[in-house]
């Protein structure tokens, strides 16, 4: 019970440092690695620990795993490369155990000029299919909130934590985000959106070190730069739809800042 008790008062805490995170060229690319070496310290219980559901409501897609640090000479530097070159990297990456069972890694997809970004947590069964993100049901719930905020699929971008499927849709471990964010933030940076909308606790937790989505989501941060705010995953929407008007107010406040008018919010 020590050890469920110490999780549990983990996920409670939340981050007291400074809303505004700011990356200068010169550590934009290991920022990643300051901030995996703090999840880490925090995450270190033995394996297979999953956080109690009722310490954090949407914490079903968050476990806390066995501290597992990459040596900054592991990772790939991504400062240089294309999305082309980025793309046949991942397509040949076995940097991690991921890569053991994965169909099709997934890069992410959408407009390469994009304004408005959204960042998940990793693919699930569909889109290891077809490598693509978000195309399964929580897929279709994005792109009827896209096209809500007035935007279609191809006008936005779309991207995740991890580039290939954790097996059974658990949430990526420590290592396994910590070999794929450099290709993350190489994508934030080519892109340059204007807002960056995170969507579950797992992609607010690896780019902003913070915990408690069900408490500061609709919180504006800073992310070297862009505007980024958090919402709830669209998976998780579908387990409780109560939660899609908040969901949408977030989206509205991002509408705003991009100078998209409200529309009335569907039940659908």
């Not at 490369?81 to 997934?106: A, H, P, W, Y």
């Not at 994009?114 to 399964?136: H, N, S, Y």
């Not at 985000?177 to 992609?203: D, M, Y």
Request: net charge positive.
């Amino acid at each position: 019970m020590k050890l469920i008790d110490e999780i549990t008062q983990l996920i409670k805490e939340e981050a007291g440092s400074s809303k505004h995170i700011y990356l200068d060229n010169e550590t934009k690319e290991v920022f990643f690695l300051k901030q995996s070496a703090k999840i880490s310290q925090d995450r270190s219980f033995d394996d297979g620990v999953k956080i109690p559901k009722s310490s954090h409501k949407e914490s079903g897609d968050v476990d806390i795993m066995r501290k597992q640090h990459v040596p900054k000479e592991s990772l790939i530097n991504c400062s240089n490369l294309s999305f082309e070159q980025m793309q046949n990297e991942i397509n040949n990456c076995k940097r991690c155990g991921l890569c053991d069972s994965r169909t099709n890694t997934v890069f992410g997809e959408g407009n390469p000029k994009a304004e408005l970004m959204f960042i998940g947590e990793g693919p699930g069964r569909d889109e290891d299919e077809q490598g693509r993100p978000f195309v399964g049901k929580s897929g279709q719930l994005l792109t009827k909130m896209i096209n809500a905020m007035g935007y279609q699929r191809e006008d936005v971008y779309i991207a995740n934590i991890v580039k290939c499927r954790p097996p059974n849709n658990r949430a990526p471990l420590p290592n396994e985000a910590e070999f794929c964010l450099p290709f993350l933030l190489r994508q934030i940076e080519i892109i340059n959106p204007k807002v960056i909308i995170l969507l579950g606790a797992v992609p607010l937790k690896y780019l902003l070190n913070k915990t408690g989505i069900t408490k500061i989501h609709g919180e504006w941060f800073d992310f070297n730069g862009i505007k980024t705010i958090a919402s709830f995953h669209p998976a998780f929407l579908l387990r409780d739809p109560r939660q899609k008007k908040p969901a949408w107010e977030d989206l509205q406040k991002a509408m705003k800042v991009l100078g998209k008018s409200a529309k009335p919010l569907s039940e659908n």
